[in-house]
């Protein structure tokens, strides 16, 4: 398996509810990432797990929460999102000791 | 701190012709470098990687880039594109720790 999956593919949730996005990867990889992308711009950089454990946040609103279960798995949790949060989410992984990341296919994420 | 620049966000180009997609990056330490392709709807695609070694690296899709130190460029060549090549490209800069800075993205376009 060389890919890193993510469900779901497109979400559509209103401000008060809560969902999750869950990415995987049976790569063996040691880091996982997630990433924000608007339209027409490049990725933004949100989280790092590094081992399973917290390494990056990069100052993301608490209504963002991550969680790595294990080594292969990682979530997105949201609450009370806005619509200016509305993008595609990305997740990425690397193996140890090499600065190269996979990336997913996103989750388009639609907040009404 | 490290930038990236893409110095040009839209290049038309007929198909069988040769392109270029320049990328300029600054930094005070060694960087790893990358070109990641994103089509329409997708997450990113990692084209090519420049970690060490020869400095002009090969990469899929017959895409090739040269890094050149002393001009802090990691410029992207294909010598003949088709009309599948049409995506955004994303020049990358890492110089470790788990954080990729990315250009602004340049949306190739290839005409019939």
């Known amino acids: 398996d060389t890919e890193v999956t993510q469900t779901p593919k497109h979400l559509v949730m209103g401000m008060t509810n809560k969902k999750s996005l869950k990415c995987e990867q049976h790569m063996g990889h040691r880091a996982m990432y997630w990433y924000k992308q608007k339209a027409k711009k490049p990725p933004e950089l949100m989280f790092v797990?590094?081992?399973?454990?917290?390494?990056i946040n990069e100052s993301v609103p608490s209504r963002f929460s991550p969680e790595c279960p294990n080594s292969s798995l990682l979530n997105l949790h949201l609450h009370a999102l806005q619509p200016e949060d509305s993008a595609l989410y990305l997740c990425a992984s690397s193996p140890a000791g090499d600065e190269t990341q996979y990336f997913g296919p996103g989750t388009r994420l639609l907040v009404l | 701190a490290q930038s990236v620049t893409q110095l040009d966000s839209q290049v038309p180009v007929f198909e069988e012709a040769p392109v270029e997609l320049r990328c300029n990056y600054s930094s005070s330490v060694s960087v790893y470098l990358f070109w990641y392709v994103q089509y329409p709807n997708q997450g990113l695609q990692l084209l090519l990687k420049?970690?060490?070694?020869?400095?002009l690296v090969k990469g899929i899709n017959g895409f090739e880039a040269e890094f050149n130190k002393s001009q802090t460029s990691f410029h992207l060549r294909k010598p003949s594109v088709h009309i599948s090549d049409t995506a955004e490209y994303f020049c990358a800069v890492s110089s470790g720790g788990g954080k990729l800075i990315f250009g602004q993205g340049t949306e190739l376009s290839v005409k019939p």
């Open positions: 797990y590094s081992y399973e454990k917290l390494s």
């Open positions: 420049y970690l060490s070694g020869s400095t």
